[in-house]
């Protein structure tokens, strides 16, 4: 376990005891990936916001139930998981148009970089989002969990109540659409 | 090993988890999947990072606020907590006064030795007539420094909306006053 992440569970710890504090670090640590999470997961940054906010007032009413026998950022993962199909589903039910993915996000990079390089970079962001919105729910869900937060397909299949399998075929179909977008649109290394 | 079983392997491990020494050797070996690994190694760091599909800091804040703002404990001001809080501040002084009558605890009020109150009546009586009496400002003191009277602050102040709800939900006022 890295020191990050021991610093993170030993915050969970001291929240779940009610330290509001602890809890409040715990969510600064935590919340760029959950908010990329949910990003990505819908491509709206108003909802993504949403979202996330929803993820942390959940996760601090349910700190008690939080048992400790996973990490505490998959634990995350899993109500934003919740959240955010909740919320794709409940768009799928209200819209008959695929949402489209908003570009009016503020880049973050905090490093000097090269100018054309930026620029790179946030073409290929508005690409990346625009190709996980084609990809369907539970693929997207799998990449997002897998390449992005590192997950194990087990920690997957629980997180998203699939089975191992189900979970790996959903995965390797994410990559290998990704890998034909990707020869097809010419993305630079 | 087969080139389809290395070629599953490939993209289910790539950029994630370290490839098997199997799947390695099959690919100094093969072609066919030595160009599907430099595919995914030239596709996947493309993906970019988490940091680049993050908000502004500022929205970042927002939300943060937003949640802190959600869980604090919230005082709400409704006829409801006030009837409760009424209820809960006779029932503590019930029983004081049965605590106080059956000389369980110490007098709450710090009553002079000769002083034999029979009820409430008769001790506020007492603190409005004797001018002998402590000065109202030394009683609230020797008040303030009671440990009971702390107890009772206490209830006054840091009543939470759990017990609050409990309150509201399982005890009607009329049936505390
Ligand atoms: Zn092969």
């Known amino acids: ?189 | 090993m087969r080139c389809e079983r290395v070629q599953e392997e490939l993209m289910l491990n790539i950029g994630v988890e370290a490839l098997s020494p199997e799947v390695l050797e099959h690919v100094g070996q093969c072609a066919e999947c030595r160009a599907v690994k430099d595919d995914l190694d030239r596709v996947l760091p493309n993906a970019l990072s988490d940091q680049a599909f993050s908000l502004s800091d500022q929205v970042l804040r927002e939300i943060q606020e937003k949640v802190e703002k959600s869980i604090a404990p919230q005082r709400i001001f409704s006829v409801q907590r006030a009837l409760a809080i009424a209820a809960s501040v006779v029932l503590v002084v019930g029983v004081s006064y049965v605590g106080f009558r059956s000389g369980g605890i110490d007098d709450p009020f710090n009553l002079p030795p000769d002083s034999s109150a029979d009820t409430f009546v008769q001790t506020f009586d007492w603190l409005e007539s004797d001018a002998d009496s402590p000065s109202m400002d030394a009683l609230f003191e020797s008040v303030d420094s009671d440990p009971y009277r702390s107890s009772y602050d206490l209830l006054l102040e840091e009543i939470t909306d759990e017990e609050l709800e409990y309150l509201e939900n399982n005890l009607s006022a009329g049936e505390l006053l």
């Open chain 1, 1 to 189: 376990m890295t020191q990050r992440a021991k610093k993170i569970e030993q915050l969970a710890e001291k929240a779940r005891l009610g330290d509001q504090r602890a809890f409040s670090e715990l969510m600064k640590a935590k919340m760029n990936e959950i908010v990329a999470m949910t990003y990505k997961m819908t491509g709206d940054s108003q909802a993504a916001a949403d979202l996330a906010q929803e993820t942390f007032i959940a996760a601090w009413k349910n700190l008690g139930s939080f048992r400790g026998d996973s990490s505490v950022s998959s634990w995350l993962y899993r109500i934003a998981a919740n959240k955010t199909l909740n919320h794709l589903k409940k768009e799928k039910k209200y819209s008959s148009f695929d949402s489209v993915p908003d570009v009016n996000i503020q880049p973050i990079d905090h490093s000097p970089e090269d100018p054309s390089r930026l620029l790179e970079k946030k073409q290929l962001r508005e690409e990346m989002l625009d190709f996980m919105q084609t990809l369907p729910t539970q693929q997207r869900l799998a990449f997002e969990l897998r390449f992005y937060k590192q997950l194990s397909f087990a920690e997957i299949g629980e997180t998203t109540g699939s089975a191992l399998g189900t979970v790996k075929t959903n995965y390797r179909e994410a990559i290998k659409k990704l890998r034909k977008h990707a020869i097809e649109s010419g993305w630079r290394q």
